[in-house]
């Protein structure tokens, strides 16, 4: 996030407070004020408080709760409010950019999908502001007040800064400095991450590893990396989070990377990569179904499933290589589970075995024989990623802090 200053200690333990509380009201209510304060270990007069700053700011609503089998007179539980409250979620990907305006339930509202040239004679920060003002000006009758900016995008990102140091396939990306420039732009905190990353903490918060403390989520797309969970928050959240297993040298006399090195895995095991991999092997193999369609993921993955051996040859080389990292990670992060978000995954009953041969056979088997490698539930399209950054905002209390402020 691109914030104003740091909090003091009394004012970051309020922030603590409000958050836990606010968090418990998202995802337990209605809850009475009572439960409130056995579940945030909070005093009841602290707990009044909050509540009632939150009642003000109109954030969290009260309702009659009937417990089950009693006939007394209904308590009053809280739930939290809204509809109000909008924040612009924005994804910038190859060739394209997402804006959405999303309600803090992450309900959407109202979501685009647009062209956004890889080169061009006006800088990639101007066009990325053009954008979102045009964005706002054609959907004006539908903005409630704006909360925040989420933007998830994949590059070397520092998140507290805002700064892109480097962006794929946006070769005049050096240095921008997106959030600083956005959060004077707007007036509205702005909450940048890696698209992997962010799209890690939305499968913890709402998907696949819910309730799960350890976890390491690895994505095989345009880009390759993996985001990890440890003890329930994002590992290195506060700086770089992304584990950047895509630029792990896999094959020193490789192909050059965006990154300026050799042989990434991201250089061999992305869509771009194995496809232009598929297409010099078909050469080699005539009596591949690989020649009866124009070759995609798609094609690639159902000829696969179908038994061609050269499409399960490829995809399984696909996952051997991804295994080989992310059997060093189990051994350094003990994972109860592993995702995989891929369009790969059109294939699971051949990628995902490859996965977990490797992992079982090159990582502790104390670690490695529980963990078990699951698909994603969502996928690294539209802006849904970007919902995980202002709800973790709400939660640690950052940003509600200043919801509550005014």
Not at 109 to 133: F, G, Y
Not at 246 to 274: F, M, W
Not at 335 to 363: E, H, T
Request: aromatic share 4%; hydrophobic share 40%.
């Amino acid at each position: 996030m691109v914030a104003d200053s740091q909090p003091g200690h009394i004012d970051q333990i309020k922030q603590t407070n409000a958050g836990a509380v606010y968090r418990l009201i998202d995802q337990l209510g209605p809850v009475s004020r009572i439960d409130l304060s056995r579940l945030a270990q909070l005093a009841p007069a602290s707990i009044t408080k909050i509540v009632r700053e939150m009642l003000e700011a109109h954030l969290v609503q009260e309702t009659e709760i009937q417990e089950p089998g009693s006939r007394g007179r209904p308590a009053v539980g809280l739930m939290v409010e809204t509809e109000a409250w909008h924040y612009l979620a924005l994804r910038i990907s190859r060739g394209e950019i997402h804006l959405a305006l999303r309600d803090l339930s992450s309900k959407l509202v109202v979501e685009e999908r647009l062209e956004l040239a890889l080169q061009d004679t006006q800088p990639l920060l101007k066009r990325i502001i053009t954008q979102i003002d045009q964005f706002f000006i054609r959907h004006q009758g539908k903005l409630e007040r704006l909360t925040s900016i989420a933007i998830t995008l994949p590059g070397i990102i520092d998140t507290e800064s805002g700064i892109i140091h480097r962006m794929p396939f946006y070769e005049d990306v050096k240095e921008m400095p997106l959030g600083e420039t956005l959060a004077a732009h707007t007036g509205v905190p702005v909450y940048i991450q890696h698209d992997i990353s962010a799209w890690t903490m939305a499968e913890a918060l709402f998907g696949a590893s819910r309730g799960a403390r350890d976890v390491i989520q690895v994505v095989i797309d345009h880009n390759v990396g993996a985001g990890v969970i440890t003890d329930g928050r994002l590992l290195h959240a506060g700086s770089s989070s992304l584990v950047e297993i895509g630029h792990t040298q896999v094959d020193p006399y490789g192909k050059r990377c965006y990154c300026g090195n050799h042989g990434c895995l991201e250089t061999i095991a992305s869509v771009e990569s194995v496809l232009e991999l598929a297409q010099v092997r078909m050469h080699q193999s005539m009596s591949s179904m690989l020649h009866q369609q124009p070759l995609t993921v798609e094609s690639l993955c159902q000829a696969a499933v179908k038994g061609d051996l050269l499409a399960k040859d490829i995809i399984t080389s696909v996952g051997t290589n991804v295994g080989r990292i992310l059997a060093i990670m189990v051994n350094l992060f003990n994972p109860q589970k592993i995702l995989i978000g891929s369009p790969f995954n059109q294939a699971a009953d051949i990628l995902f075995p490859a996965i977990s041969d490797c992992i079982r056979q090159q990582s502790l088997p104390a670690y490695s024989k529980h963990i078990s490698v699951e698909q994603t539930q969502f996928s690294n399209r539209g802006t849904m990623a970007g919902a995980a950054l202002v709800k973790d905002a709400l939660y640690n209390g950052s940003l509600l802090i200043r919801l509550l402020q005014g």
